[in-house]
């Protein structure tokens, strides 16, 4: 281990380093925003910053595979709430179609700054409206300005209500506008070093929102250059009819056809899939985000985990849109995930561990990171979290801190560190300018909503 250590972080109740290994008492060193060493109580290293975990739980930080930030302005509209996934996306498109570089930044920097407060430390985006142009660019902005892990994905629509699909014109684009586009991005933002904060994917929103043509030219992008696909597939039955009425086939096969069936892509939520397919899937390599919240919120059923584990995908936590979700907080997805494991399969269906795997070592595989994310072996990135309960809500809890953690509760980061950064401190976001975001978020929302 080197001596010179930036940051410790002490005294936990519990080390979670991954999945196979636990310190009691544990304690972790970061040099350069890398973990360079983990250790029990009494073999410490001196360093210039300290923290104290109190006994409290430390974990990898969570990483989010499946979000739309941007629908943190339109949270719990009343008029979308109670209908099914395609009356809600038609209820909400006209408001969406308010979105300006000011809004993708505002509501940027507000859903970050929540992420961090339900122990996230890494999280994807799924930006698919484009009314106006740059507005991925303001996302990455407000990452790159508050520190924040940040995976991009350049959503797109091509099908509008005109071409039968769901959406209005004013948010769609042509095809060669996404292409253009998606590889200006790449070249302006993508970094594919190690430890990267930015990274950028290619994500045409789903099967019904944009053409063949789109799917199949977005992978041979993405091989060109080198980065992932992310999109929604079997996510409702309404889905599957538009697919049969439209390609002569089922979406997972539609997915196929196009090119998307690699190691590269990993999709959200992935409910309908039947046993060929996920076994397809499988051999495949590709990704799945669960995103139990949503999922049951919009009452479409929820994903089969258990048997995509054992099939050997990976499996990874969304919280999927802040319209639909209405949170942003890891912790409550990784809960929901432990509940909906264990009512689909039993008691035996699911543990604590394994929820927390999955939305750690899982997500990182998601999204290509298993090396360095989601884990906090040395060498790893320095994100991990401290987590609070409150006294009241732990008391009797003596057995298991890590069952405790998400059979109690409510919990939340007490301590958020990213790259050996500490971005929430004794349960806060230490971001200067949230007040203000916040008070922007609240005139770009009403505005967003009343002209609705």
């Not at 940027?108 to 929540?114: C, I, R």
């Not at 990784?334 to 927390?356: E, I, K, N, V, W």
């Not at 500490?422 to 929302?445: C, F």
Request: with cysteine; proline share 5%.
């Amino acid at each position: 281990m080197t001596s010179a250590v930036d940051l410790l972080v002490k005294d936990a109740g519990l080390l979670v380093v991954d999945g196979d290994r636990e310190i009691p008492g544990g304690w972790v060193a970061v040099t350069g925003g890398r973990v360079t060493a983990v250790g029990a109580a009494g073999t410490e290293p001196a360093a210039p910053t300290t923290v104290s975990a109190a006994g409290r739980l430390v974990t990898p930080g969570l990483v989010n595979t499946h979000h739309h930030i941007y629908q943190n302005l339109t949270r719990s509209y009343a008029p979308a709430v109670n209908g099914t996934l395609f009356d809600w996306l038609t209820t909400l498109y006209p408001l969406w179609a308010a979105l300006d570089e000011e809004a993708a930044y505002v509501s940027a920097d507000v859903g970050m700054a929540e992420l961090l407060m339900g122990g996230c430390t890494t999280s994807s985006d799924h930006l698919y409206v484009h009314p106006r142009p740059y507005l991925v660019d303001a996302e990455i902005r407000a990452a790159r300005d508050i520190g924040f892990r940040f995976h991009a994905t350049r959503g797109s629509m091509t099908r509008s209500v005109e071409d039968g699909g769901l959406p209005p014109r004013n948010v769609t684009q042509t095809v060669d506008e996404v292409l253009a586009d998606s590889e200006r991005l790449i070249k302006a933002h993508h970094d594919p070093t190690p430890g990267a904060l930015i990274r950028v994917a290619l994500a045409p929103c789903s099967p019904f929102s944009v053409t063949e043509e789109v799917m199949t030219a977005t992978a041979e992008l993405a091989e060109r250059h080198d980065v992932r696909l992310h999109t929604h597939l079997a996510e409702d039955h309404d889905e599957d009819t538009y697919c049969l009425e439209t390609y002569g086939c089922r979406p997972v096969e539609h997915f196929e056809d196009c090119g998307w069936m690699s190691d590269r892509t990993w999709v959200a939520h992935c409910i309908y899939a039947n046993d060929d397919e996920l076994g397809r899937l499988a051999a495949a390599g590709v990704g799945v985000a669960h995103c139990p919240s949503s999922n049951m919120l919009i009452g479409g059923g929820t994903a089969r985990v258990r048997e995509m584990r054992e099939l050997g995908l990976p499996v990874g936590i969304g919280c999927d849109g802040s319209a639909s979700t209405d949170h942003a907080s890891l912790w409550m997805e990784t809960r929901g995930a432990l509940l909906l494991g264990r009512y689909r399969g039993g008691p035996g269906a699911m543990t604590a561990r394994d929820a927390l795997d999955i939305a750690t070592r899982g997500s990182a595989r998601c999204l290509g990171r298993a090396d360095e994310l989601g884990h906090l072996r040395p060498g790893g990135c320095a994100d991990l979290v401290v987590w609070d309960l409150h006294e009241v809500a732990l008391a009797g809890a003596l057995s298991d801190p890590v069952e405790a953690w998400l059979r109690c509760g409510p919990a939340r980061a007490w301590t958020t560190v990213v790259g050996g950064r500490v971005l929430v401190d004794r349960g806060e976001p230490v971001l200067p300018g949230l007040g203000e975001a916040l008070r922007d978020h609240a005139r770009i929302a009403r505005r967003m909503q009343q002209e609705a």
